[in-house]
């Protein structure tokens, strides 16, 4: 007799900036409206979506993320003006990137919603999740997943030695 093991399925990271007005307001109201969006999402509050950087979205991809999105106030309706448009720009940038090395643009998208959008705010979350769900998970993870099992190889000792500790410093006995 065999037992099925449930098919473990890909949860994946997603990491989403948003600024301190709508987005922040927006991921408020849903927490207090109960609305369900997926567990999976980090947050990185910034003061203004048009701070937003092409190496802060490209280093969540370095650090593991599957996906990354950002959450900024509704085009023409910035509280810095124009920030949002700066930080849509910098966004198609670092799709392009992304699409260079591989990765893939379609990781990285971009959502325009006032404070009081609960509704908006858990369906972008979801929309990223299924998205990336279905992409897979991020290639740099197995690569670096691959490199830490090298490197633990190499560190390992081809003979034992007794070591003390002195302070700080380890030193071999003899």
């Known amino acids: ?14 990491t989403a900036f948003y600024c301190v007005y709508c987005g922040y ?3 408020d109201t849903a927490g207090t409206m109960q609305v369900q969006y997926p567990a999976n999402v ?12 092409v190496r802060y979205l ?24 124009r920030g949002n448009e700066r930080g849509r720009a910098r966004m198609q940038r670092a799709k392009q990137i992304l699409d260079e090395i591989g990765l893939g643009g379609e990781r990285l998208d971009m959502f325009f919603m006032s404070g009081s959008q609960a509704q908006a705010y858990a369906s972008a979350a979801q929309t ?47």
């Open 1 to 14: 007799m065999t037992t099925l093991q449930p098919e473990k399925t890909f949860e994946p990271e997603i």
């Open 25 to 27: 307001m927006a991921a």
């Open 42 to 53: 980090k947050f990185v509050r910034m003061p203004c979506t048009g701070k937003t950087d």
């Open 58 to 81: 490209l280093e969540a991809f370095e650090q593991g993320a599957d996906g990354a999105y950002i959450v900024a106030c509704p085009i023409g309706n910035c509280h810095h003006v």
């Open 128 to 174: 990223m999740t299924e998205r990336v769900r279905k992409l897979g998970p991020n290639p740099l993870k197995a690569k670096d997943e691959s490199r830490k099992m090298k490197d633990e190889i190499k560190a390992l000792p081809e003979e034992e030695e007794e070591i003390e500790f002195h302070g700080r410093t380890r030193r071999k006995k003899g």
